[in-house]
């Protein structure tokens, strides 16, 4: 079992930035597809991005691609996620996911594919 649990969020500006933090604890995630959701209120949680194991893939929502990027420690067991220029319309709650025993360049866009979670971090930009 492996838990997730995600940090940074806050209330910014619009046009600032953010980084977002998912630390995992119980087992190493070094061999682990990992991801990034988010889920504005009345919406669907959806795709926000995601990177391989080997980080040979890497995949963004076109929403964010450009102003987003993901990135791992295996070392410090960490996910991070850092945004710029953000706008009112990025405004979530962001969840981290991870998948095991998946091949080295495993990297998914779908929600159902991802087997943990953690509990979610409140991005609120302001116009």
Known sequence: ????VESGGRLVQAGGSLKL????S???INTDA???FRQAPGKEREFVAC???SR???????????????SRDNA?????LQMNSLKPEDTAVYYCAARGSVSYLYCSRS???YNYWGQGTQVTVSS
Do not use: E, H, P
Not at 56 to 70: E, P, T
């Open 51 to 53: 990177i391989s194991w």
């Open 1 to 4: 079992q492996v838990q997730l």
């Open 34 to 36: 990992m991801a990034w």
């Open 111 to 113: 929600n159902s594919d």
């Open 56 to 70: 040979i893939n890497i995949y963004y929502a076109d929403s964010v691609k450009g102003r987003f990027s993901i």
């Open 26 to 28: 119980g087992r190493t």
């Open 76 to 80: 410090k067991n960490t996910m991070y």
């Open 21 to 24: 933090s998912c630390a995992a």
